[in-house]
Nanobody, 119 residues
């Protein structure tokens, strides 16, 4: 069974940094595109960043230049380095995995990790 476990969330002051981790198991990690999404209360879940199996990244305009997505295939882990955090970054952050060879499949989701930025 595919499992995604997020960690690294917490409470930080505006301008601070956090590093989120997503540990994957039960799949061939290297062939999956990975991503981070977030959802604040009352809002829809939105894309934060994605990374392909080849390492190409894409970022939402709201986080571009502040967040960096990377993957370590040897550790089956994806990281989201979050710098210069703002109050509007406060949300529940979810890890996502999509099989690159089954792009129309349902994909997989973690349970989320909370990020709260105080102002």
């Amino acid at each position: 069974q595919v499992q995604l476990v997020e960690s690294g969330g917490g409470l930080v002051q505006a301008g601070g940094s956090l590093r989120l981790s997503c540990a994957a198991s039960g799949m061939v990690f290297s062939i999956f595109a990975m991503g981070w999404y977030r959802q604040a209360p009352g809002n829809q879940r939105e894309l934060v960043a994605t990374i392909t199996k080849g390492g190409s990244t894409n970022y939402a305009d709201s986080v571009k230049g502040r967040f960096t997505l990377s993957r370590d295939n040897a550790k089956n882990t994806v990281f989201l380095q979050m710098n210069s955090l703002k109050s509007e970054d406060t949300a529940l952050y979810y890890c996502n995995a999509q099989d690159s060879y089954n792009p129309y499949g349902p994909g997989y989701w973690g349970q989320g990790t909370q990020v709260t930025v105080s102002s």
